[in-house]
Every structure is written in structure tokens, then in C-alpha cells.
């Protein structure tokens, strides 16, 4: 994989969680905070855990591993009470991954980088291995988005799928 692989990976990461977004504006309160019993419980929270995953990710590239306490109250319905907020938070993160990911060589992309999980554990992994993890794991939590706004009788955001977004940029 190149570096300007993992760029457009996360164009379309940021195109499609925009979509997501766009669809969950369109609730009301009770139906994005509603509990669906699944592990992030609601549409809401969901969409919360995925921004700050992103920000976990970008944190530890910068060479920062955050604890578990200095992690997620930001990323808490406390701390970002709204999807005014989250978008606010969501698109500085955007911003600074932007501006990492635009600064990458291919060497650093391919070497091993060291961080601490949140459990405190030392780990490592290959940059590009990261990176591509973090573009998974949105995929992921936007298909349970996704099923959410089904249950709710919503209609979902189409298209979604990465051959979609390739089609509609021309790639």
C-alpha cells in the first residue's frame, strides 16, 4: 500500500461518516439517543466512539498514547452533549489527520510504530496497519449506524459502499 492509498481511504471514510451524520441530523433526539442494546448502545454514542477511536489513533501517531480516563471524557455524552458539537470535534480531528497524513513519507509509513493501549499495555504495529485498521473500524461502526436507522424506520444513507464512493470520484 502507498501513502496516497491510504489518503483516499480516508476521503472516503470522511465521505461516508458524513453521510451518516447527515442521516442521523435528520432524527429526533429520542430516536439518536434511543438504546439499541448493542455495544455503543445508541445511534448517538455510536457515532461518538467512532470520532474518538479516530482521535485515540491520530493521538498515538503524534506519540501520544492517552489513558483511558484522559481519553474519553471528550468523547463522552457529558463532554459533547450534541451532533452540533461532535461535528465541531469530528472536523478538527479531520483537519489534523488531514494535515499528518499529507506530511507522510513512505518510510515512516511502513515502520513499526510503538504505542500503550488504553488498558495500558505496550503494543506496536506497522503504521500503514494502523491506519488502515482505523479505516475498518469506521466501516464497521457505520454499518451498525446503519442497521440502527433501519429499526428505526429511517431511511439509510445510499450509497455508502467503497466502490460507490470510487464511482462518484471518478476512481
Known sequence: MKVADIRRLFDYTEWA???AITAAEKLSDADLRHDF??????IFETLLHMA???WIWLERWNGR????????????PES??????LNERWADLIEQRGRYVAELDKERFHEE????????DASSMRLVDQMQHVVNHATYHRGQVVTML?????????????????RLRGG
Open 17 to 19: 461518516n458524513d453521510r
Open 37 to 42: 442494546g448493542i455495544s455503543h448502545t445508541s
Open 52 to 54: 474518538g477511536a479516530e
Open 65 to 76: 498514547s492517552p489513558a483511558k480516563a484522559e481519553a474519553w471524557p471528550r468523547w463522552m
Open 80 to 85: 459533547c452533549p450534541d451532533l452540533s458539537t
Open 113 to 120: 510504530m510503538p504505542f500503550t493501549l488504553l488498558s495500558g
Open 150 to 166: 433501519r429499526q428505526l424506520g429511517a431511511t439509510p444513507p445510499k450509497p455508502m459502499d467503497l466502490i460507490a464512493f470510487y
